[in-house]
């Protein structure tokens, strides 16, 4: 079976604390339960998370959804998402089955980033490792007024923004998510087709802005 892995890149710096990192833990508690529900996905999908503060670290490997278990996040240090790409780099190389003559690989994996401020550490030479693979559709979410979308613009052209990091505008980045991964799974079963571009998902709310 061909699976469809799914990566969430998720900001636990200290400027997360409180609010917003309560409802990224709903939010993928919700997005689980809510996709567990889902024939299609609950098939095909497989979801990993990997945090980022000061380090990044891989908190979750790639996992189908029913045995899927989501752990306490607690934010705290710095913004260090060029090592988030890096490692999600390596953890895609290791992970997904790539296509070869005898047999189909996995589906082009899905990474969904979200942070809340500006990266700390060298995001360029974390961006190199990641574009290495070109073999990620990629969405990147800035949450709040913090955030420099013209660096998250390098890292992937499908940018979305909140206008603010409340529980509110969190959960339903979060329920978009879910419909994305619904979307994917199903298009795959039906035509064999991947996602190729931000059109092809379902509209993202009104909370949610798409960044030209």
Request: aromatic letters at 6%.
């Given at each position: 079976?061909?699976?469809l892995p799914v990566y969430l890149l998720l900001d636990t710096s200290g400027s997360m604390?409180?609010?917003?990192?309560?409802?990224?833990?709903?939010?993928?508690?919700?997005?689980?339960?809510?996709?567990?529900?889902?024939?299609?996905?609950?098939?095909?999908?497989?979801?990993?998370?990997?945090?980022?503060?000061?380090?990044?670290?891989?908190?979750?490997?790639?996992?189908?959804?029913?045995?899927?278990?989501?752990?306490?996040?607690?934010?705290?240090?710095?913004?260090?998402?060029?090592?988030?790409?890096?490692?999600?780099?390596?953890?895609?190389?290791?992970?997904?089955?790539?296509?070869?003559?005898?047999r189909k690989g996995d589906w082009k994996p899905l990474v969904f980033i979200m942070t809340?401020?500006?990266?700390?550490?060298?995001?360029?030479?974390?961006?190199?490792?990641?574009?290495?693979?070109?073999?990620?559709?990629?969405v990147a979410c800035a949450a709040g007024s913090g955030v420099d979308t013209s660096i998250?613009?390098?890292?992937?052209?499908?940018?979305?923004?909140?206008?603010?990091?409340?529980?509110?505008?969190?959960?339903?980045?979060?329920?978009?998510?879910?419909?994305?991964?619904?979307?994917?799974?199903?298009?795959?079963?039906?035509?064999?087709?991947?996602?190729?571009?931000?059109?092809?998902?379902?509209?993202?709310?009104?909370?949610?802005?798409?960044?030209?």
């Open positions: 079976m061909r699976r604390s409180g609010e917003p990192i309560e409802a990224v833990k709903n939010g993928v508690q919700i997005m689980i339960s809510t996709l567990r529900q889902n024939p299609q996905a609950i098939e095909t999908a497989y979801l990993s998370v990997i945090t980022f503060d000061s380090t990044a670290q891989q908190i979750i490997p790639l996992t189908d959804l029913a045995t899927f278990q989501m752990v306490d996040l607690r934010a705290s240090g710095t913004t260090a998402l060029g090592a988030a790409l890096s490692l999600v780099a390596e953890r895609i190389d290791n992970e997904v089955m790539s296509t070869t003559l005898e809340d401020g500006i990266p700390t550490d060298d995001w360029r030479q974390g961006l190199n490792a990641f574009s290495s693979k070109k073999t990620a559709f990629t998250l613009k390098q890292i992937t052209e499908n940018v979305v923004s909140l206008d603010t990091a409340d529980s509110s505008s969190i959960s339903k980045f979060f329920t978009w998510v879910t419909a994305s991964i619904g979307v994917t799974s199903t298009k795959i079963e039906d035509s064999g087709k991947e996602i190729g571009s931000l059109s092809e998902l379902p509209p993202p709310p009104s909370e949610i802005n798409i960044v030209v």
